[in-house]
């Protein structure tokens, strides 16, 4: 399959304009018992992203680029706009009633929004609110990342009922701040995708149903770190040159997953000497990623035979190996880390 067989298909139905506020309206038409609840977070998340677009494209003019001088959790440079984005959505969550818990990469703890156990207070949402941040200043892609989980009202401790498999995900998307900006959500019934119009302030549904190419000569991959991946990576790297693979790396991983979403090919942040467990955050990185590509019909393993949605967090800021994509480069993968023990 080609890129461009996956793209939209010209029928007479995709001549409707769909925002995405039309389009979680009908989702939720689809449920006659829904609250309401779980369509205000998916509006305050697509506020969220409009407000920090307008940011990251504002961001040299504003003279918000560069580090605060501060280091998150993972000790990491805070750049501005981290922060700006993070404020941006605890505010935009704060204000929907469904939210019971929000967690940030920029804050250690979760951040419990309301105490009340209520039956209404029923969701948590975790994202990374600028990721590839870095490379703001090069003026190259960065974006969002959310996870939605139903809160476990079993567990006492508020940061316990996190600590849920990716595969208990209702939702989960990214936001690319790209040449355009583009939304790309999965509730669990596929794979959608909106851009902005930067004219009318809305976004506009491009895609339904998304499907990645089960294959894709191109790989994606920090390989300076080669030296320092496990045996079977770079097996597979030697492997994949000799057939002729293409690299290709944005750096963000938003914008690396975007590509293979719409063109195949396997995005890898293996193990490396500096970070033995991979650098990427399970919960609101590789999680929400995993989500989307299955539901494109894709892999997203973090190891032979560790599907990463099956992974069992210990906590909310845990890393974890990813490898995700089409299915046959996944199985690729797979192979030589399983042949090279
Ligand atoms: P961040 O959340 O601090 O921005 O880091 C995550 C980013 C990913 O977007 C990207 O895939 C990776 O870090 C790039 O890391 P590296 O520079 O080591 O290749
Ligand atoms: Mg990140």
Redesign the pocket.
């Known amino acids: 399959m080609t890129a461009a067989a996956n793209l939209p298909s010209l029928s007479p139905q995709s001549t409707d304009i769909v925002t995405l506020q039309a389009h979680i309206l009908q989702q939720q038409s689809r449920h006659p018992e829904a609250t309401g609840q779980f369509s205000w977070i998916l509006s305050a998340l697509a506020i969220s992203a409009k407000m920090i677009s307008a940011h990251v494209r504002r961001a040299r003019l504003d003279d918000v680029l560069g580090a605060v001088g501060s280091q998150n959790v993972q000790g ?1 440079q805070q750049q501005k706009l981290d922060v700006i984005a993070n404020e941006i959505l605890l505010r935009t969550l704060g204000g929907r009633e469904g939210v019971a818990i929000v967690a940030s ?1 920029e804050n250690e703890e979760p951040v419990i929004l309301r105490e009340d156990d209520s039956a209404e207070r029923k969701y948590c949402v975790m994202f ?1 609110p600028l ?4 490379n703001l200043d090069i003026c190259g892609s960065v974006g969002t990342i959310f996870s939605i989980l139903r809160k476990d009202r079993r567990k006492t401790e508020p940061k316990d009922s996190l600590l849920q498999p990716g595969a208990q995900q209702v939702a989960a998307g990214y936001v690319l701040y790209g040449s355009s900006t583009v939304f790309v959500l999965t509730i669990g019934l596929g794979v959608d995708m909106f851009v902005l119009d930067p004219a009318y302030g809305a976004f506009i549904r491009v895609a339904q149903g998304l499907k990645i190419p089960a294959t894709n000569k191109c790989y994606s991959v ?1 390989e300076g770190n080669r030296l320092s991946f496990p045996a079977g990576y770079q097996q597979y790297l030697a492997w994949a040159q000799e057939q002729g693979y293409s690299s290709r790396y944005v ?3 938003v914008g ?1 997953v975007h590509r293979i979403l719409l063109q195949g090919g396997v995005f890898m ?1 293996p193990p490396t000497s500096k970070a033995p467990k991979g ?2 955050r399970l919960m609101y990185e590789a999680n929400p990623m995993a989500m989307l590509v299955e539901q494109a019909g894709g892999k997203a393993y973090s190891g032979p035979g560790q599907r990463i949605l099956d992974v069992q967090p210990t906590d909310i800021h845990q890393r974890v190996p990813v490898v995700l994509g089409s299915t046959e480069e996944v199985a690729r993968v797979m192979e030589k880390l399983e042949s090279s023990g």
């Open positions: 990491e990469e990374d990721d590839g941040s870095s920090n750096g963000a991983m690396d942040y650098k990427l």
